[in-house]
């Protein structure tokens, strides 16, 4: 079993930055890419930002130049540093990660809880 636990959200002014963080645990053998998505009531999950292991990085346009993915893969953790918030980024946002299992060497396609981000004054 592989967990994956956000942590990070909350309230924050337009303008204003948060720091989202996504720890993964359990049977570990390996973590590919992670990901970042984020969600609104009534539309698709979209995708925010993906990190492979090597360190390779896409972004939506919609948040290029004001969001940073990272992560510490001795730490099992993927980052997305937000910065300039503007009210559309308010959403829940989702940790997304391949993880191959030790015990079966199996590629789990895991995701975290969620946590919610707001962006208002």
């Known amino acids: 079993q592989v967990q994956l636990v956000e942590s990070g959200g909350g309230l924050v002014q337009p303008g204003g930055s948060l720091r989202l963080s996504c720890a993964a645990s359990g049977m570990i053998f390996n973590i590919n890419t992670m990901a970042w998505y984020r969600q609104v009531p009534g539309k698709q999950r979209e995708l925010v930002a993906t990190?492979?292991?090597?360190?390779?990085?896409n972004y939506a346009d919609s948040v290029k130049g004001r969001f940073t993915i990272s992560r510490d893969n001795a730490k099992n953790t993927v980052y997305l540093q937000m910065n300039s918030l503007k009210p559309e980024d308010t959403a829940v946002y989702y940790c997304n990660a391949d993880i191959q299992d030790i015990a079966t060497m199996n590629h789990l396609n895991s995701w975290g809880q969620g946590t919610q981000v707001t962006g208002s004054s």
């Open positions: 990190i492979t292991r090597d360190g390779r990085i």
